[in-house]
């Protein structure tokens, strides 16, 4: 019963096999494992194969083996071995070791209270020197020699703190010569686990586990110790290290030349593409101004008629009541104008999105190739911090509205282009071949096939864009957006708690009305589906 | 009107990068399947097939997964383009036509069934088995009105207003097959339209689909990984094998006299009662010793489940006739040997 089938995998399958009954009668097949263990190690492989047996019959708990090497070579035998979590885990380890053992046999352990003593002996001479000088003047010494004395005192006890860490040193260097033991004891044990494993590992994919005894990783690994643990060391253990080892030499001019090369840049290209910027900063504000004429211009009980009706028919009562609400909170302080241009950028950003990112998502959903183009842009355009492209679009657009759009346009934009892309992809293959099997043009393709069936990822795009766009409102009121985010801004100016925590909130209730309607809406269109 | 609707001569599909290369190294110097992945890394889907399918016939292609079946089965409406060969359908060079040619051609006269239904789930069941008629600019009001007769022949009066995910599997493959007759096309293409389907409810549609072909007098390509289903439907079977086409001919052709090893060991599980006939088994009159006192009568075409029939009731052996005239005899012996297959 005791026996497992630790062999079964290397077990010729023909032969054995119909004479065997039960799973308790298979023979562990010692050659064949014997063998690949062999392979695997390399050099030594007698050793391991032995270890690794006493390894495998282990029926539970950990199985005891000391391997001397690992031991004693620690880091370079696991470089030797290509075992690198432990080569790099044991390196750091016994780095500690080292730095406790240096500390206590070289490192001068007194010397920053003995500084400090011999700072505070000079000050009390000063003190003394005044006091003679004051008496010589005919005035009062007491005043200089009570300093005096008291810092004589203090130089005292931080002599007295340098004696007891000089006569900590030696406690040091025992606690790091233990810890070293420890560490070599530790490894010597784990080793032929950790290779045992690695072994396991190697079997699965030979070509990508390391295996046998390689000169390469034996020369890498000593490469690496030499060039991480003495530098190292030394930093920890010398008082006072060259300047050379704590800060890196960089030269000023670099910095000042590339930034001034960059400006003068920026500065000829918003020159050169002036009328093209001005085009685009038009358009955006018409676009803009179309919405807003819509929102302000109307009178106010049509526009929060209208959106409470819209509210009620795509989302149900309930988010119409909240709608409702929020209106009235947003109106009763007087946000009403503001929070209306607010939702005129944000509109304005969202139109922008969906127009140009929708054919952009089914272009890169068709194109593999325009995909892996465009996914680092994407990604740069999401993860680049609103701060850094605000300073080009000032220099190009300028303040006010339409640059603060366009700065919401490249935040809001990868969400509906991405989920667009994944959306046209995971259009099933069988349902496509079908409308061709009928004689579908590829526009019929498009409009017929693959768009409906992208659409739910299309509208969690667009709703992700709408939310991203809300978000920027607060950054783009530091190039001249206006609407709630200004609130905020000058609430942060005057660090006024109230007006801030106020305009916050009315943000927070145009999130969420436009959320609500927005998912309300989509959910409708999937249940007429 | 004797021109076959189907026409394939020396069709080869290379599949990879260097395609072209390899088909050309493939004819030139004869390369190996095994060569051209190794040199080319090219596989070869489909190698130098060439078969007709006479108008009205139900053509079965069978082979299991892998066999290139499938692929082959998707040059007949260009779905996939051939590396070399010509295919023509109703006498037409489908390789020569122009994109929209061949669109008219698909939506005109081709129907096509597959295996996962794939059907559009956004669309009514009415307007699914209506789009071919669409793609083709029909009007609607038309286009409906051929749909719901489609969809009577198939059975499914009543569901033509449910989407397709309301229908069972059983029923959503009805729509595909009644889209696939929409256009009235003068082909259909069935891509292992009942494998997916429980066992029960692909008996039932290989008989309705056998009746309704008959009926409507289509030319069917039927796909199929499973040998009885070949049998039940087919008039012909082409069995496939790693891209080639080991064996044509009818079910008792290829039950009788399997062309090698590999259609042997398929056919070996076939029940021969409704497949061979008299003729294949039946000897000489001369070989049986006595006279023939009034045994039964059974044409030569009669199957050995009827001879079964009438030898039971009889001791005498069972005289075959060719109109009339007898022609051989059935003892229970060569019955017996000719149901096990082992003496043809």
Same mark, same amino acid.
């Given at each position: 019963?005791?026996d497992i ?39 030594n492989?007698a ?11 282990a ?25 690198w ?19 206590g ?23 003394l ?8 003047a ?15 005192r ?9 004696d007891?860490?000089a ?22 044990l784990?080793a032929?686990?950790?290779?045992e ?9 030979p070509?990508?586990?390391?295996s ?62 002036a009328?093209?910027f ?9 676009i ?9 211009g ?33 109106a ?6 503001i929070?209306?241009e607010?939702?005129a ?10 127009i ?10 068709k ?7 465009a ?5 740069l ?14 220099a ?29 992809r995971?259009?099933?293959k069988?349902?496509k071949?079908a409308?061709?099997?009928f ?12 768009v ?17 766009c ?9 190039i ?15 660090a ?6 106020l ?7 145009c ?9 309300g ?9 | 009107?004797?021109?076959p609707?189907?026409?394939?001569? =020396?069709?080869?599909k ?6 072209q ?6 004819q ?25 399918? @006479? ?8 082979g ?10 998707r040059?007949?409406?260009r779905?996939?383009?051939p ?7 109703l ?13 008219e ?9 597959f ?27 038309r ?28 029923m959503?493959?009805?729509v =595909?097959?009644a ?16 494998? @997916?389907?429980?066992?029960?409810i ?8 056998? #009746?309704?072909?008959?009926?409507? =007098? ?19 079977? @082409?069995?496939?094998?790693d ?15 399997? #062309? ?5 060991e ?14 294949t ?16 009568? #059974? ?15 009889s001791?005498?052996?069972?005289i ?16 017996l ?8």
């Amino acid at each position: 019963m005791t026996d497992i089938p630790l062999g079964a995998g290397t077990a010729p399958p023909a032969e054995a096999a119909p004479q065997v009954a039960a799973a308790s009668e298979v023979e562990v097949d010692r050659r064949a494992l014997d063998a690949s263990i062999a392979d695997f190690a390399g050099s030594n492989g007698a050793y391991y194969a032995s270890t690794f047996h006493r390894i495998h019959e282990a029926a539970g708990g950990v199985p005891l083996t000391f391997n001397g090497a690992a031991a004693l070579l620690g880091p370079i035998w696991a470089a030797a071995r290509g075992v690198w979590s432990f080569f790099w885990g044991f390196l750091l380890l016994e780095i500690i070791a080292w730095v406790q053992i240096g500390r206590g046999a070289w490192g001068d352990l007194g010397a920053d209270d003995l500084a400090q003593a011999d700072r505070q002996a000079d000050r009390a001479n000063q003190f003394l020197a005044d006091a003679d000088a004051a008496r010589a003047a005919g005035e009062d010494p007491a005043r200089f020699e009570t300093m005096a004395d008291n810092l004589m005192r203090a130089a005292e006890r931080s002599r007295e703190a340098a004696d007891a860490a000089a006569a900590d040193a030696l406690a040091i260097l025992l606690t790091g010569l233990g810890l070293l033991l420890v560490l070599k004891l530790v490894q010597g044990l784990t080793a032929n686990l950790v290779y045992e494993r690695q072994y396991s590992a190697w079997r699965i994919a030979p070509e990508r586990v390391p295996s046998g005894l390689r000169r390469t990783n034996v020369l890498l690994g000593i490469a690496l110790t030499l060039a991480i643990a003495p530098l190292t060391i030394y930093k920890f253990t010398v008082e006072s290290p060259l300047i050379e080892m704590t800060t890196f030499p960089a030269d000023p001019d670099h910095y000042t030349l590339l930034a001034r090369w960059l400006e003068t840049q920026i500065d000829a290209a918003a020159a050169g593409g002036a009328g093209w910027f001005d085009t685009i900063v038009g358009a955006l504000r018409s676009i803009l101004n179309t919405l807003a004429l819509a929102l302000m211009g109307a009178p106010w009980p049509v526009v929060m008629t209208v959106i409470c009706v819209v509210a009620w028919r795509s989302a149900g009562p309930r988010v119409a009541i909240f709608t409702a609400a929020a209106m009235a909170y947003i109106a009763f302080l007087g946000y009403w104008e503001i929070a209306m241009e607010t939702v005129a950028l944000v509109g304005a950003a969202v139109i922008i999105c969906v127009i140009v990112g929708i054919p952009l998502g089914i272009w890169f959903g068709k194109s593999q190739r325009a995909y892996r183009f465009a996914e680092p842009v994407l990604d740069l355009m999401q993860t680049l911090p609103a701060f850094v492209y605000l300073i080009p679009i000032i220099a190009f657009f300028g303040t006010g509205n339409p640059p603060g759009i366009l700065a919401t346009i490249i935040f809001g934009m990868p969400p509906v282009i991405r989920l667009t892309a994944l959306g046209m992809r995971g259009v099933p293959k069988s349902i496509k071949e079908a409308a061709t099997a009928f004689g579908a043009s590829r526009w019929k393709l498009l409009t017929d096939v693959e768009v409906p069936l992208a659409l739910p990822s299309i509208m969690t795009g667009v709703n992700q864009t709408i939310l991203m766009c809300l978000s920027m409102v607060v950054i783009i009121s530091l190039i001249g957006g206006g609407g709630l985010g200004k609130v905020i801004l000058e609430a942060l100016q005057y660090a006024a708690k109230g007006p801030g925590l106020l305009g916050g909130v009315a943000i927070l209730l145009c999130a969420m009305v436009i959320d609500r309607i927005v998912q309300g809406a989509f959910r409708r269109a999937d249940h007429k589906k | 009107m004797s021109e076959p609707a189907v026409k394939l001569s =020396g069709v080869w599909k290379v599949f990879g990068g260097r395609a072209q290369e390899a088909m050309s190294a493939i004819q030139s110097d004869g390369l190996s399947k095994a060569e051209a992945l190794e040199r080319y890394g090219c596989v070869v889907g489909v190698q130098d097939a060439s078969f007709e399918v @006479a108008r009205g016939e139900t053509f079965c292609i069978m082979g299991l997964s892998g066999s290139g079946k499938s692929t082959l089965v998707r040059h007949i409406n260009r779905l996939i383009e051939p590396t070399t060969g010509r295919i023509d359908v109703l006498g037409r060079d489908l390789g020569a036509l122009s994109p929209a040619a061949l669109r008219e051609v698909r939506a005109r006269h081709i129907g096509m069934v597959f295996q996962h239904m794939a059907l559009m789930p956004h669309r009514s069941v009415r307007d699914n088995v209506a789009y071919p008629l669409e793609v083709r600019g029909v009007p609607k009001s038309r286009r409906w009105a051929v749909s719901d007769h489609t969809l009577k022949l198939v059975n499914l009066e009543g569901f033509e207003d449910r989407l397709p995910d309301e229908l069972s599997g059983g029923m959503q493959q009805r729509v =595909g097959i009644a889209r696939a007759l929409a256009s009235d096309p003068e082909v259909l293409l069935m891509d292992e339209p009942f494998s @997916a389907l429980d066992p029960l409810i692909r008996l039932q549609l290989q008989d309705q689909f056998k #009746a309704l072909v008959e009926r409507l =007098g289509k030319t069917t390509l039927f796909i199929t990984h499973d040998l009885d289903e070949a049998i039940r439907i087919g008039h012909r079977i @082409a069995i496939m094998k790693d891209g080639v086409i080991v064996q044509i001919g009818t079910a008792e052709e290829i039950v009788t006299n399997p #062309a090698d090893d590999y259609v042997r060991e398929f056919v070996q599980g076939i029940s021969r009662l409704k497949l061979v006939r008299a003729h294949t088994i039946m000897e000489p009159i001369e070989s049986h010793p006595g006279p023939l006192n009034g045994g039964p009568r #059974a044409d030569e075409s009669a199957d050995l489940d009827h001879l079964i029939d009438l030898s039971v009731g009889s001791e005498e052996p069972v005289i075959i006739t060719d109109g009339g005239a007898p022609v051989g005899i059935v003892t229970k012996a060569t019955l017996l040997r000719g149901i096990q297959g082992g003496r043809a």
